[in-house]
């Protein structure tokens, strides 16, 4: 059994430890809070504009998509990765890059497959093993629509050059802060949509649809992008918060059972003492 000070000395770091996981957690949930509200007050508009699009597009002729419609045959692939850029969040970065590695080997199998990442942690394993285009963690540094706006602008110009014939996203779905469900979804060359003949939109469209639908299919895609990394963003801090709660009622266990040891051998010192103290006395008296 270890003596005193070795419990004493364990006891106090893992004390230590509790007082950062605890601390870690309050400020994830602060943060949870703010990404949540962000995220679920931009899913009605997302949800909205992909509606209104594909609504549109089943009332027009021909190819309404344009360029970002383009249905080729695929030979070269993007996928975009988003994962964080710290760790401490349980299995929210490990469940990406095996979502990526699985689609790769399951979906792509033979097919040239170039990855883009966001978030540092999924860039440094994957860029082991598989080529990485480029790599931006830096948008998670000021996370605005402007800022992601950019990146759409660069994937959206690599499908209409031909760089690539498909692009997927790979990101974590907020649900709840104890669940983050990985996501796959396509990005280009966006989905052809089931033609309704009974579609009857009653608005008034000025310029025509067709203009209408070219402007708002680069800003759908926009969105769809910001949508996933703000989705990921929230799922983030809800795993980091969840792992430091775990984290904290772990190594209160573990101290509470390092207490238990303590006071055992704390108690049996005790009496090892008494003992030599009455052995000695009654050496004294014979």
Same mark, same amino acid.
């Given at each position: 059994?270890?003596?005193? *000070?070795?419990? %004493?000395?364990?006891?106090?770091?893992?004390?230590?430890?509790?007082?950062?996981t605890s601390a870690m957690k309050m400020?994830?949930?602060?943060?949870?809070? *703010?990404?949540?509200?962000?995220?679920?007050?931009?899913?009605?508009?997302?949800?909205?504009?992909?509606?209104l699009l594909q609504s549109l597009s089943a009332t027009l002729e021909g190819d309404?998509?344009?360029?970002?419609?383009?249905? %080729?045959?695929?030979?070269?692939?993007?996928?975009?990765?988003?994962?964080?850029? %710290?760790?401490?969040c349980g299995g929210f970065n490990s469940s990406i890059v095996k979502a990526t590695i699985n689609t790769i080997k399951e979906k792509y199998n033979g097919t040239q497959v170039d990855i883009f990442t966001i978030g540092k942690k999924g860039n440094d394993?994957?860029?082991?093993?598989?080529?990485?285009?480029?790599? %931006?963690?830096?948008?998670?540094?000021?996370l605005t629509f402007e800022n992601v706006s950019e990146i759409a602008e660069q994937l959206m110009e690599l499908f209409v050059e031909g760089t690539y014939?498909?692009?997927?996203?790979?990101?974590?779905?907020?649900?709840?802060?104890a669940t983050q469900i990985a996501m796959v979804e396509q990005f280009l060359p966006i989905k052809p949509t089931e033609t309704d003949e009974n579609v009857n939109l009653d608005y008034i469209f000025e310029p025509s649809k067709e203009e209408i639908v070219l402007q708002l299919i680069p800003k759908s895609? *926009?969105?769809?992008l910001y949508k996933a990394i703000r989705d990921s963003f929230a799922a983030e801090h809800g795993a980091r918060m969840t792992a430091m709660h775990k984290a904290t009622d772990n190594a209160k266990e573990l101290r509470d059972d390092l207490l238990l040891t303590y006071n055992k051998a704390r108690q049996a010192a005790i009496t090892n003492e008494i003992l030599e103290i009455v052995g000695g006395a009654e050496a004294l008296n014979n």
């Open positions: 059994m270890a003596n005193l *000070k070795e419990i %004493r000395n364990r006891i106090s770091s893992i004390g230590s430890t509790m007082q950062i400020v994830s949930a602060a943060k949870l809070k *703010k990404a949540q509200d962000a995220i679920t007050a931009m899913r009605p508009y997302s949800s909205k504009l992909t509606e309404a998509g344009g360029a970002y419609s383009d249905q %080729r045959e695929v030979n070269k692939v993007l996928l975009v990765s988003i994962t964080s850029n %710290r760790g401490l394993i994957l860029s082991k093993e598989y080529n990485v285009l480029e790599n %931006r963690n830096d948008v998670f540094d000021d014939d498909k692009i997927e996203i790979i990101y974590n779905h907020f649900k709840n802060a895609l *926009k969105t769809q």
